[in-house]
């Protein structure tokens, strides 16, 4: 029997990077899947049993076709992180109609696209995670979070009502509310002022590997020194 495999959506330098190179330690072998596959290449490169695939989450067909590649190459997916998320900053007199909509498409509808591709499985085999990334966002807005809060808020709202759908089922949803700046993978940054995405990356291992008895919905994660 293979390893394993965890999807991370959203391949950046900071978290989807640090989600990689967990999971891969965690023994998955990881789909790298993203809009560019510039930096998925490298990690592929360094990580075993993972690779590379575009994938345009604010394109349900791109979705699918990605996917469909994953499958075929490494089999099901036992583990998505739901990493893709773009908000554009301003307030409401500065924020264009495109722009808001833009952000609902990548952190709402980009997961919706995600999870109806991996649920039928899942359920299927009565196991699975599905962690998603979030923001404090999430939970309120600000002047300058006018596109952004009300993507991240139907985001969270989205794997509420799936985690008490699929709960029952064996599937696990789970989500990381982020509270904080975030340092690179292996730097020292500000360790009490900022998130480090290696940590980030550990809750979303812990989420994935609890106990049916004992899951958790929502995990809220900060810097000791955040004000909150």
Partial sequence: MGKP???????????????????SKEGYAVALMSRSTGLSETLAGELPDAKPFACDVSDGEAIGTAFAAVTEQMGPVDTVVFNAG???????????????ERAWRINTMGLFHVAKQVVPGMVQRGAGNIIVVGATASLRGKPFTT????????QRSLAQAMAR??????????????????????????????????????????????PASAWTFELDVRPRMENW
Avoid: M, Y
């Fill in 147 to 154: 596109a952004f809060a009300p993507a991240k808020a139907a």
């Fill in 165 to 210: 759908h699929l709960g029952p089922k064996g599937v696990h949803v789970g989500l990381l509310i982020l509270d904080g700046g975030v340092t690179s993978p292996g730097s020292e940054g500000d360790p009490p002022t900022k998130l480090s995405a290696d940590d980030i990356a550990h809750a979303a291992a812990f989420l994935a590997s609890q």
């Fill in 86 to 100: 773009s908000g554009t900053w301003g307030n409401i007199e500065e924020v264009s109609a495109e722009a808001f």
């Fill in 5 to 23: 495999v965890a999807a991370v959506i959203g391949i950046g330098p900071q978290n989807g990077a640090a989600f990689a190179r967990r999971f």
